[in-house]
């Protein structure tokens, strides 16, 4: 297969846990050489950041695509609902909906879902008095399985964390989705990390050579990445891919550069 033109790279970036951007725009500016859009989370460690819809705002000051996480955990409907007025002050317009992780105090709000929340932004977007100009698009997550026909009702899917180009191949192949998909990709700091995933995330597998690549030196993390990244583009089988760099972005953005610019 031949690599489409316009294959995506969607990059995640670490929101900040106090009230200062910099770091957020020091990710931005460093990744911008690569990214196609920028994806922003949502307390996604159990932690309180800065919002995700305003810190998809300030992408898009920065000229960049913005996809603003929301997870159902920490939020009611009157919660979500000012998201999204927020969101439609702001121009942001892409929503990744996730269930969100266990929180590491305290307790989920119980009132959304995933599919209630679609149907909530379908809702708002559809409203006269609200429209942006540009209607809200929702993405959904999901894993190398069978999704519920209600998640193909998403403008876009993306995919559980992978390390595996045979296993995304072979769950894309059973797909019928006419939205976009990205496939995603993890850089891998360390070890350490790697033993934390597999202990939080059961269903995530580390391919051996990952492990022992990793453990000998942990920058094989990157080359490994992002090999996979091009291997997934020049597949043709996704529209393009989730990359999570984690604090590896300068390392990243530099290797892709080289390998796409």
């Excluded at 489409?4 to 910099?22: A, G, K, Q, W, Y």
């Excluded at 990744?31 to 996604?44: E, R, T």
């Excluded at 800065?50 to 996809?67: L, P």
């Excluded at 269930?99 to 209630?116: A, M, N």
Aim: glycine share 6%.
């Amino acid at each position: 297969m031949v690599a489409p033109p316009d294959f995506e790279l969607v990059c995640e970036i670490e929101p900040p846990t106090r009230p200062d951007l910099m770091h957020v725009r020091h990710q931005i500016g460093v990744l911008s050489k690569v990214a196609s859009a920028f994806l922003i989370p949502d307390n996604h460690i159990g932690r309180a950041t800065v919002s995700s819809v305003a810190v998809a705002h300030e992408v898009e000051r920065m000229g960049g695509r913005s996809i603003a996480c929301v997870n159902a955990r920490d939020r009611n409907l009157l919660g979500f609902r000012r998201d999204l007025l927020t969101a439609a002050a702001y121009g942001v317009d892409q929503f990744l909906l996730v269930y969100g992780d266990r929180p590491t105090s305290g307790s989920r709000t119980g009132e959304l879902t995933v599919r209630s929340m679609i149907q909530e932004l379908r809702a708002f977007s559809s409203t006269p008095a609200f429209r942006t100009g540009r209607p809200f698009r929702a993405g959904v997550a999901t894993r190398l399985t069978a999704p519920p026909p209600w998640k193909l009702e998403a403008d876009f899917l993306f995919t559980q964390v992978s390390f595996s180009l045979d296993a995304l191949l072979r769950w894309r192949d059973t797909l019928d989705f006419e939205g976009s998909v990205y496939a995603g990709v993890l850089v891998p700091a360390s070890a350490a990390m790697i033993r934390k995933l597999q202990a939080d995330i059961p269903d995530i597998h580390f391919p051996d050579d990952w492990i022992a690549a990793i453990e000998r030196d942990n920058a094989a993390g990157v080359e490994l990445a992002c090999e996979l990244v091009l291997r997934i583009r020049h597949s043709a089988a996704f529209a393009g891919v989730h990359l999570i760099p984690v604090a590896r972005y300068r390392e990243v953005a530099a290797r892709l550069e080289a390998e796409l610019g």
